[in-house]
């Protein structure tokens, strides 16, 4: 195992001196030390994240993205237009979730743990693994690997298996007298009764199940920052039914363009509820942007009908009820605490394709057109 010192040591002593990145929380050491040095930015997406790292190499430094194969999607963009196109190298630290066997990890990582190394390979991109049994030595040659390809003026990735590096050990969660997520879940839940709801990834998701214990929710697992954009598909096309988004400051600030789609498409049914804690929990605790952004005023800015930001339980139960009353699209940013979770994810107890027609049934349609 690679210890945190390690890791970042290694970066240090071969010149790296900006990172971008995405938390994972394989590399949750590495982040809260580079942090703390200095060197890390936490960009909004991985591809981003990648976009930064590759203006500051051209600005004359070397650097590196960390980021999580989940996010790979998002980082094929500019990887291919930016980075290859214009020769510039980048370091980028890739975790493999669902690698090596996609059945020891949760059902949203399958798809792309299995395909990881096959799409870096059909774009041409070097790249090297970093086993769970790697120490400090084999991750410096891995490195000097990836250096020498650098050189070339070529993007590298390291891929990171699980356990390969040491992880960070989040400090207890301190409520610091803020709204309990969970205590909110629990209170909105007889307001949304008739609506159509759509959780967000993470602990949002798992807090909704373990409160309700609905099957006709959507728990979106993976997909992070895609839940609003998921309901104003569901909202555009059931217009008499009304519809929830819960999502979390991380996941919308990760895809904050589709609150423009929200705003100039309308639907009058769509209720966007944003829970701010100022981190990407699940991930180990890692700072998001959330205290420079006003999501009351982009959402306004963006078309939404209403806008209102909650620090009480009254005012969000009031404010959802008030929003589900009234044309829409109505945003409502809610602060909350970090104070972890005891829940497991929906998945535990149900299949992808249960939610899915779960859900389905809540929209009151019986037969889902992708299995016709």
Not at 311 to 322: C, K, P, W, Y
Request: aromatic share 6%; net charge negative.
């Amino acid at each position: 195992m690679i210890s945190n010192d390690e890791f970042c040591a290694a970066l240090k002593d071969r010149g790296f001196d900006f990172v971008a990145g995405v938390p994972c929380s394989f590399f949750s050491g590495p982040i809260d030390q580079l942090t703390r040095d200095g060197l890390y930015l936490a960009a909004s997406n991985e591809g981003a994240a990648l976009a930064a790292a590759a203006g500051a190499t051209v600005a004359g430094h070397r650097s590196a993205v960390i980021a999580q194969n989940s996010g790979l999607g998002n980082l094929i963009n500019p990887l291919t237009s930016l980075a290859q196109t214009y020769e510039i190298p980048v370091l980028v630290f890739m975790s493999l979730r669902g690698w090596p066997d996609p059945t020891k990890d949760e059902p949203q990582h399958a798809v792309m743990g299995t395909a990881t190394h096959q799409i870096l390979d059909a774009v041409g991109i070097a790249h090297v693994t970093v086993p769970a049994a790697a120490d400090a030595r084999a991750f410096g040659a891995a490195l000097d690997r990836a250096v020498a390809e650098m050189a070339e003026g070529r993007t590298v990735f390291v891929l990171t298996e699980k356990g390969a590096i040491a992880k960070h050990e989040s400090p207890v969660a301190d409520p610091g007298g803020g709204l309990s997520r969970l205590e909110v879940l629990r209170a909105i839940e007889p307001v949304v009764a008739e609506a159509a709801v759509i959780s967000t990834t993470g602990y949002t998701s798992r807090e909704l199940f373990g409160a309700t214990g609905s099957k006709e929710h959507f728990y979106m697992q993976g997909s992070m920052g895609h839940a609003a954009a998921f309901g104003l598909g569901v909202a555009l096309r059931t217009p008499d039914k009304p519809v929830v988004v819960l999502d979390g400051d991380g996941a919308a600030i990760m895809h904050m363009g589709t609150m423009s789609s929200v705003g100039a498409s309308a639907p009058a049914n769509l209720v966007h509820l944003v829970f701010d804690n100022g981190t990407y929990e699940s991930t180990g605790g890692q700072a998001t942007t959330s205290h420079a952004t006003d999501f009351a005023a982009v959402a306004l800015g963006s078309g939404y009908a209403t806008a209102r930001t909650c620090r009480t339980l009254d005012e969000v139960v009031d404010g959802l009820a008030t929003a589900l009353r009234e044309t829409g699209p109505h945003l409502l940013h809610v602060h909350v605490a970090s104070t972890g979770t005891s829940f497991s994810r929906a998945t535990a107890a149900m299949t992808t394709r249960d939610i899915r027609d779960g859900f389905a049934g809540r929209l009151g349609v019986q037969e889902p057109p992708l299995d016709a």
